[in-house]
């Protein structure tokens, strides 16, 4: 009894298995029709009730998906083959190559010194400035449209100590400097009154050649740097010139000019009279 009933369970046990469309054969698919009977025989053993030891539970040979355990060097990846580079900050958008920004006090100094008589104009900014992220693409604009000028940027937030040093205390700030000349003018405007930049930048635009070095920045601010403990910059003041010694002037004796030709002494203002007086009294003496 017990002989047929496990005939009747595998004669079932395939029965369902070849209606059941989503269960995987036990055979490969490379070899139907063609495995040998031993294949089949074990695979008929396997899932006997009576030589199986999971009691009465078929084995099921499921397809290997070859899914990569965790920590696997062969682990599943997605390469889109883009690149995300560094966002850029609102100051480094739309820069022109005659723009840049400054690094420190000494590179300010040697900028301003090596520009010759080309115009420089020195735009002091700050990262959280709202007024100075609006005028910036002006300013680029205008850079664009001016390519012999040079635009060195000064980040106050990263050169405070350069800054308190060099007086400057609003933003935006513009300084204007070309060769010889030393510093042109200094203001302060907004994206309202850009107009002043405007005007400043037609005005020292034209080329002009100064007669002597390079001026750069003034005496009292490159001292003001080197005096700055913060700063690693170093100065040294122009020798000044000894004055020249003063010279006595010898002159001649004063001579008094000669009065008349009798060299008399002239009467004085009160004791002059007139011509016509002079006349009267002549005429009266003849008539006598």
């Known amino acids: 009894m017990a ?8 004669f079932s ?12 054969s036990v055979f490969p698919k490379s070899c139907a029709g063609s495995c040998s009977m031993k294949l089949r025989s074990q695979a008929l053993r396997l899932s006997s009730p009576l030589t199986s030891d999971f009691h009465g539970h078929g084995v099921v040979f499921q397809e290997n998906k070859a899914i990569p355990k965790r920590g696997s060097s062969s682990k599943f990846s997605i390469s889109t083959g883009l690149r995300i580079g560094k966002a850029q900050r609102w100051w480094e958008k739309g820069l022109q190559p005659n723009m840049r920004e400054v690094a420190s006090a000494q590179d300010l100094v040697e900028s301003l010194w090596h520009a010759g008589d080309k115009l420089v104009v ?9 007024g100075c992220k609006a005028l910036h693409p002006k300013i680029c604009q205008l850079a664009e449209m001016n390519p012999d000028v040079q635009f060195l940027q000064v980040n106050y937030e990263e050169h405070k100590s350069m800054c308190y040093s060099l007086n400057v205390h609003v933003l935006p700030f513009f300084r204007f400097y070309r060769g010889a000349h030393g510093r042109l003018c200094s203001f302060s405007c907004t994206n309202a009154t850009i107009k002043k930049f405007k005007d400043a930048l037609a005005k020292h635009t ?14 009292k601010e490159l001292l003001a740097l080197a005096a700055n403990k913060d700063l690693s910059f170093n100065y040294t003041p122009k020798p000044q010139p000894m004055p020249a010694p003063a010279v006595e002037e010898v002159g001649l004796a004063e001579v008094p000019p000669p009065h008349s030709i009798l060299n ?19 005429l009266v003496s003849a008539g006598r």
């Open 206 to 219: 034209p080329d002009r050649c100064g007669l002597g070095p390079t001026k750069g920045l003034e005496e």
């Open 13 to 24: 046990y395939f029965n369902q298995d070849q209606h059941n469309k989503s269960s995987i």
């Open 122 to 130: 020195v735009d002091f900014f700050s990262p959280g400035c709202g």
């Open 264 to 282: 008399l002494p002239l009467p004085l203002p009160s004791t002059l009279k007139s011509t016509q007086e002079i006349e009267d009294k002549t």
């Open 3 to 10: 002989e047929l009933l496990s005939k009747a369970n595998l």
